[in-house]
Protein backbone atom coordinates (compact mmCIF):
# COMPACT_ATOMS: atom_id res chain seq x y z
CA UNK A 1 0.00 0.00 0.00
CA UNK A 2 1.37 3.50 -0.44
CA UNK A 3 1.71 5.70 2.72
CA UNK A 4 2.43 9.19 2.72
CA UNK A 5 4.04 10.73 6.01
CA UNK A 6 3.15 14.19 7.10
CA UNK A 7 5.75 16.47 6.61
CA UNK A 8 5.44 17.86 10.58
CA UNK A 9 4.44 14.93 12.75
CA UNK A 10 5.47 13.12 15.81
CA UNK A 11 7.52 14.80 18.95
CA UNK A 12 7.87 18.75 19.42
CA UNK A 13 10.54 19.76 20.36
CA UNK A 14 8.71 20.36 24.45
CA UNK A 15 8.43 16.76 24.81
CA UNK A 16 11.80 15.34 23.27
CA UNK A 17 13.76 17.97 26.07
CA UNK A 18 11.73 16.72 28.55
CA UNK A 19 11.98 12.90 27.23
CA UNK A 20 16.22 14.19 27.03
CA UNK A 21 16.00 15.17 30.46
CA UNK A 22 14.70 12.11 31.88
CA UNK A 23 16.87 10.16 30.73
CA UNK A 24 20.03 12.07 31.73
CA UNK A 25 18.65 11.78 34.96
CA UNK A 26 18.37 8.40 35.22
CA UNK A 27 21.18 7.37 33.82
CA UNK A 28 22.42 9.66 36.40
CA UNK A 29 20.62 7.50 39.12
CA UNK A 30 22.02 4.51 37.76
CA UNK A 31 23.54 2.86 41.32
CA UNK A 32 22.79 5.53 43.58
CA UNK A 33 19.81 5.58 46.30
CA UNK A 34 17.77 8.12 44.37
CA UNK A 35 14.17 7.94 43.32
CA UNK A 36 13.29 9.78 40.46
CA UNK A 37 9.75 10.85 40.10
CA UNK A 38 7.65 12.22 37.24
CA UNK A 39 4.56 14.30 38.17
CA UNK A 40 2.26 12.85 36.32
CA UNK A 41 2.81 10.86 33.30
CA UNK A 42 5.99 12.63 31.20
CA UNK A 43 3.77 12.50 28.29
CA UNK A 44 0.57 10.85 27.24
CA UNK A 45 1.90 8.09 25.72
CA UNK A 46 1.83 4.71 27.37
CA UNK A 47 4.59 3.14 25.64
CA UNK A 48 7.33 5.71 26.22
CA UNK A 49 6.14 5.97 29.92
CA UNK A 50 6.88 2.32 30.01
CA UNK A 51 9.85 2.14 28.94
CA UNK A 52 11.07 5.06 30.89
CA UNK A 53 9.65 3.10 33.82
CA UNK A 54 11.88 0.46 33.23
CA UNK A 55 14.67 2.55 33.38
CA UNK A 56 13.48 3.82 36.95
CA UNK A 57 11.20 6.87 36.32
CA UNK A 58 8.32 6.38 38.93
CA UNK A 59 5.26 8.16 37.85
CA UNK A 60 3.23 9.68 40.87
CA UNK A 61 -0.24 11.69 40.93
CA UNK A 62 -0.10 13.73 43.59
CA UNK A 63 2.97 15.33 45.28
CA UNK A 64 2.17 14.03 48.30
CA UNK A 65 3.01 10.17 47.30
CA UNK A 66 6.79 12.17 47.35
CA UNK A 67 8.99 12.12 50.17
CA UNK A 68 12.39 12.72 48.64
CA UNK A 69 14.75 12.45 45.65
CA UNK A 70 14.39 14.13 42.47
CA UNK A 71 11.24 15.41 40.52
CA UNK A 72 10.73 16.24 37.27
CA UNK A 73 8.25 18.72 36.06
CA UNK A 74 6.69 17.43 32.94
CA UNK A 75 6.68 19.55 29.41
CA UNK A 76 2.74 20.28 30.73
CA UNK A 77 4.13 22.60 33.93
CA UNK A 78 3.01 22.38 37.48
CA UNK A 79 0.78 24.66 39.30
CA UNK A 80 3.27 27.08 41.60
CA UNK A 81 1.32 25.44 44.61
CA UNK A 82 2.45 21.99 43.49
CA UNK A 83 6.08 23.35 43.24
CA UNK A 84 5.83 25.05 46.72
CA UNK A 85 4.84 21.92 48.17
CA UNK A 86 7.53 20.32 46.73
CA UNK A 87 10.21 23.10 47.89
CA UNK A 88 9.01 22.52 51.69
CA UNK A 89 9.84 18.65 51.03
CA UNK A 90 13.57 19.26 50.12
CA UNK A 91 13.59 17.52 46.91
CA UNK A 92 15.18 18.39 44.26
CA UNK A 93 13.44 19.67 41.22
CA UNK A 94 14.08 19.21 37.65
CA UNK A 95 12.00 21.42 35.70
CA UNK A 96 10.94 20.42 32.00
CA UNK A 97 7.96 22.55 31.08
CA UNK A 98 8.18 23.18 27.82
CA UNK A 99 9.18 26.76 27.06
CA UNK A 100 5.75 27.86 25.53
CA UNK A 101 3.56 26.65 28.15
CA UNK A 102 6.21 28.56 30.47
CA UNK A 103 4.73 31.50 28.79
CA UNK A 104 1.26 31.15 28.95
CA UNK A 105 1.85 30.69 32.69
CA UNK A 106 3.82 33.86 33.20
CA UNK A 107 1.23 35.61 30.79
CA UNK A 108 -1.72 34.54 33.07
CA UNK A 109 0.41 36.03 35.97
CA UNK A 110 0.95 39.21 34.55
CA UNK A 111 -2.63 39.53 33.30
CA UNK A 112 -3.80 39.00 36.60
CA UNK A 113 -1.86 41.20 38.73
CA UNK A 114 -2.65 43.84 35.91
CA UNK A 115 -5.99 43.32 37.01
CA UNK A 116 -7.33 41.32 34.04
CA UNK A 117 -10.14 38.57 34.68
CA UNK A 118 -7.90 35.84 33.19
CA UNK A 119 -9.62 33.54 30.82
CA UNK A 120 -8.35 30.37 29.53
CA UNK A 121 -9.59 28.84 26.06
CA UNK A 122 -8.97 25.17 26.38
CA UNK A 123 -10.04 22.08 28.21
CA UNK A 124 -10.09 22.42 32.19
CA UNK A 125 -8.78 18.37 32.48
CA UNK A 126 -5.79 18.87 31.08
CA UNK A 127 -2.68 19.31 32.90
CA UNK A 128 -1.21 22.23 31.25
CA UNK A 129 -4.70 24.05 31.81
CA UNK A 130 -4.73 22.77 35.48
CA UNK A 131 -1.30 24.46 35.69
CA UNK A 132 -2.00 27.68 34.11
CA UNK A 133 -5.12 28.46 36.48
CA UNK A 134 -2.71 27.61 39.26
CA UNK A 135 -0.81 30.97 38.45
CA UNK A 136 -3.72 33.26 37.92
CA UNK A 137 -6.02 33.16 40.98
CA UNK A 138 -9.94 32.69 40.38
CA UNK A 139 -8.88 32.23 36.43
CA UNK A 140 -11.97 30.77 34.43
CA UNK A 141 -11.77 27.91 31.85
CA UNK A 142 -13.81 27.98 28.67
CA UNK A 143 -14.20 24.65 27.15
CA UNK A 144 -16.95 25.41 24.59
CA UNK A 145 -20.18 28.26 24.19
CA UNK A 146 -21.99 26.32 27.71
CA UNK A 147 -19.37 27.65 29.82
CA UNK A 148 -19.93 31.29 28.50
CA UNK A 149 -22.32 31.83 31.20
CA UNK A 150 -18.95 31.63 33.76
CA UNK A 151 -18.01 34.63 32.40
CA UNK A 152 -18.80 38.29 34.64
CA UNK A 153 -20.41 40.47 33.15
CA UNK A 154 -18.42 43.99 31.76
CA UNK A 155 -15.71 42.80 33.45
CA UNK A 156 -11.48 43.64 32.23
CA UNK A 157 -11.25 39.94 30.06
CA UNK A 158 -7.43 38.54 29.72
CA UNK A 159 -7.64 35.86 27.04
CA UNK A 160 -5.15 33.01 26.50
CA UNK A 161 -5.10 29.83 25.23
CA UNK A 162 -4.38 26.10 25.83
CA UNK A 163 -0.98 25.95 23.49
CA UNK A 164 -2.38 22.58 21.51
CA UNK A 165 -5.83 23.87 20.00
CA UNK A 166 -6.45 24.84 16.90
CA UNK A 167 -6.36 28.62 14.89
CA UNK A 168 -10.27 27.42 13.89
CA UNK A 169 -11.52 26.65 17.77
CA UNK A 170 -9.32 30.17 19.20
CA UNK A 171 -10.77 32.26 16.61
CA UNK A 172 -14.43 30.83 17.41
CA UNK A 173 -14.08 30.96 20.93
CA UNK A 174 -13.11 34.76 21.08
CA UNK A 175 -15.89 35.56 18.63
CA UNK A 176 -18.45 33.91 21.15
CA UNK A 177 -16.71 35.75 24.15
CA UNK A 178 -16.51 39.25 21.97
CA UNK A 179 -20.33 38.75 21.19
CA UNK A 180 -20.78 38.88 25.33
CA UNK A 181 -20.41 41.74 27.36
CA UNK A 182 -17.26 43.25 28.44
CA UNK A 183 -15.40 46.24 29.55
CA UNK A 184 -12.13 45.31 28.33
CA UNK A 185 -10.96 42.49 26.06
CA UNK A 186 -7.26 41.24 25.69
CA UNK A 187 -6.38 38.48 24.49
CA UNK A 188 -2.41 36.87 23.52
CA UNK A 189 -2.08 34.23 20.90
CA UNK A 190 -0.88 31.42 23.18
CA UNK A 191 -0.82 28.55 20.04
CA UNK A 192 2.21 26.73 19.75
CA UNK A 193 3.55 27.39 16.22
CA UNK A 194 4.48 23.34 16.39
CA UNK A 195 0.92 22.05 17.14
CA UNK A 196 -0.66 24.38 14.44
CA UNK A 197 2.01 23.09 11.79
CA UNK A 198 1.03 19.68 12.87
CA UNK A 199 -2.57 20.31 12.34
CA UNK A 200 -1.99 22.26 9.04
CA UNK A 201 0.39 19.40 7.30
CA UNK A 202 -2.45 16.74 8.69
CA UNK A 203 -5.40 18.69 7.41
CA UNK A 204 -3.27 18.87 3.74
CA UNK A 205 -2.37 15.48 3.72
CA UNK A 206 -5.76 13.62 4.46
CA UNK A 207 -7.68 15.80 1.42
CA UNK A 208 -5.13 13.38 -0.61
CA UNK A 209 -5.99 10.43 0.54
CA UNK A 210 -8.37 7.50 0.94
CA UNK A 211 -7.24 6.44 4.45
CA UNK A 212 -6.04 8.57 7.19
CA UNK A 213 -4.51 7.21 10.37
CA UNK A 214 -3.83 9.53 13.60
CA UNK A 215 -1.44 8.07 15.81
CA UNK A 216 -0.78 8.40 19.82
CA UNK A 217 -2.92 8.27 22.77
CA UNK A 218 -6.10 8.80 23.04
CA UNK A 219 -5.56 11.00 26.57
CA UNK A 220 -3.01 13.39 24.07
CA UNK A 221 -5.12 16.67 22.95
CA UNK A 222 -2.96 17.41 20.75
CA UNK A 223 -3.31 14.05 19.03
CA UNK A 224 -6.86 14.58 19.69
CA UNK A 225 -6.89 17.35 17.82
CA UNK A 226 -5.36 16.28 14.90
CA UNK A 227 -8.00 13.75 14.34
CA UNK A 228 -10.31 16.11 14.62
CA UNK A 229 -9.73 18.46 12.22
CA UNK A 230 -8.91 15.53 9.61
CA UNK A 231 -12.41 13.41 10.25
CA UNK A 232 -13.40 17.29 9.03
CA UNK A 233 -12.01 16.69 6.05
CA UNK A 234 -11.98 13.42 5.59
CA UNK A 235 -14.08 10.76 6.80
CA UNK A 236 -11.87 7.67 6.94
CA UNK A 237 -9.82 9.60 9.67
CA UNK A 238 -8.86 6.91 12.62
CA UNK A 239 -7.22 7.68 16.05
CA UNK A 240 -5.22 4.63 17.09
CA UNK A 241 -2.25 3.75 19.52
CA UNK A 242 -0.33 1.84 17.30
CA UNK A 243 -0.39 -1.17 14.54
CA UNK A 244 -1.85 -3.67 17.04
CA UNK A 245 -5.03 -1.49 17.04
CA UNK A 246 -5.38 -1.44 13.33
CA UNK A 247 -8.49 -3.71 11.93
CA UNK A 248 -6.95 -4.72 8.94
CA UNK A 249 -10.55 -4.61 7.39
CA UNK A 250 -10.86 -1.05 6.80
CA UNK A 251 -7.44 -0.82 4.19
CA UNK A 252 -9.19 -3.53 1.63
CA UNK A 253 -10.45 -1.40 -1.47
CA UNK A 254 -8.09 1.77 -0.23
CA UNK A 255 -4.90 3.04 -2.26
CA UNK A 256 -3.03 5.33 -0.36
CA UNK A 257 -2.91 6.32 3.32
CA UNK A 258 -1.83 9.00 4.97
CA UNK A 259 -0.04 8.97 8.26
CA UNK A 260 0.30 11.44 10.91
CA UNK A 261 0.62 11.59 15.03
CA UNK A 262 0.57 13.60 17.61
CA UNK A 263 3.61 15.72 19.36
CA UNK A 264 3.42 13.09 21.99
CA UNK A 265 3.71 9.85 19.63
CA UNK A 266 7.59 8.11 19.63
CA UNK A 267 9.22 7.47 16.72
CA UNK A 268 9.56 3.72 17.06
CA UNK A 269 5.16 3.55 16.71
CA UNK A 270 5.05 5.66 13.75
CA UNK A 271 8.05 3.85 11.94
CA UNK A 272 6.45 0.39 12.36
CA UNK A 273 2.72 1.68 11.85
CA UNK A 274 4.20 2.96 8.52
CA UNK A 275 6.57 -0.02 7.69
CA UNK A 276 3.21 -2.31 8.22
CA UNK A 277 0.98 -0.56 6.28
CA UNK A 278 3.62 -0.36 3.87
CA UNK A 279 4.07 -4.10 3.28
CA UNK A 280 0.00 -4.79 3.44
CA UNK A 281 -1.12 -6.26 0.23
CA UNK A 282 -4.65 -4.59 -0.36
CA UNK A 283 -5.59 -6.80 -2.82
CA UNK A 284 -5.71 -9.98 -1.41
CA UNK A 285 -8.04 -10.99 1.64
S1 LIG B 1 3.10 20.89 21.60
FE1 LIG B 1 4.08 22.91 21.65
S2 LIG B 1 3.55 23.71 23.66
FE2 LIG B 1 3.19 21.52 23.76
S3 LIG B 1 5.11 20.65 24.54
FE3 LIG B 1 5.22 20.62 22.31
S4 LIG B 1 6.28 22.51 21.74
FE4 LIG B 1 5.56 22.74 23.84
Known amino acids: MKVIVAEKCGFCHGVR ?17 NDV ?7 HNKDMVERLAESGLKTVNKVEEI ?5 LIRSHGAAP ?12 IVDATCVLVKRV ?18 DQNHPEVRAVVGCARDAIVIADESDLHKLPENAKLGIVCQTTQSREYFSRMLGAIARGSFSELKVINTL ?6 RQESAVQLCKQVGIMFVLGSLESANTRKLAELCKKYNSETFHLQNWN ?5 MLFGKNVAGVTAGASTPEWIIDEFVENLEAFDTGSR
Open 17 to 33: NAISIAEKILVYKEGRE
Open 37 to 43: YSLGPII
Open 67 to 71: QSGTV
Open 81 to 92: EQIAKLKEKGVN
Open 105 to 122: QHIAEELARDGYKVVIIG
Open 192 to 197: CEEAIK
Open 245 to 249: ELDKN
